[in-house]
């Protein structure tokens, strides 16, 4: 949701397409991009993945055979309009989520079957290290459940 309204992947895409240019700081290939793929904090920050630089939605079984970091986590500042790369060397990034508390992000990593947390808040601002690992299979997506 973005100011308290759904928002469709065709929407998202639109979004995408439509960012100032230039419109993401590396290649990007809006059809590896999906609006599940993005969260938005209480301060107007949106949050996405681009699961692969290298390879599009069609080719998702190969990057995950051959098993290479080309994934990125990236941010959005709607106020500001200013994309940023704040993770790269991901692999096969998918699904994030905010914190309930705002103060870290959730990636998942879905060819790692691991999520990693990126904290965007506090004195470990910009730091990451591994949430959950050793799934039992591939992690698609992620949301706060309302426990916890």
Do not use: W
């Not at 990636?107 to 808040?121: G, L």
Request: hydrophobic share 35%.
């Amino acid at each position: 949701m973005i100011h308290g309204k759904p928002i469709s992947n065709e929407a998202f895409i639109v979004f995408l397409k439509n960012l100032p240019p230039p419109p993401l700081p590396y290649r990007t290939t809006v059809s590896a991009v999906l609006s599940r793929l993005f969260t938005l904090s209480k301060t107007g920050m949106l949050y996405f993945t681009d699961a692969s630089y290298k390879h599009s939605l069609k080719e998702a079984l190969q990057d995950v055979l051959e098993g290479r970091p080309y994934g990125r986590f990236l941010s959005y500042d709607l106020p500001t309009k200013q994309a940023r790369v704040l993770l790269k060397d991901i692999y096969t990034a998918n699904g994030v989520v905010v914190s309930p508390n705002q103060s870290f992000v959730v990636v998942c990593e879905t060819a790692m079957r691991r999520c990693i947390r990126y904290c965007i808040q506090g004195p470990k601002k910009g730091s990451v290290d591994i949430f959950i690992e050793n799934l039992p299979g591939f992690v698609d997506n992620i949301r706060y459940d309302g426990e916890c």
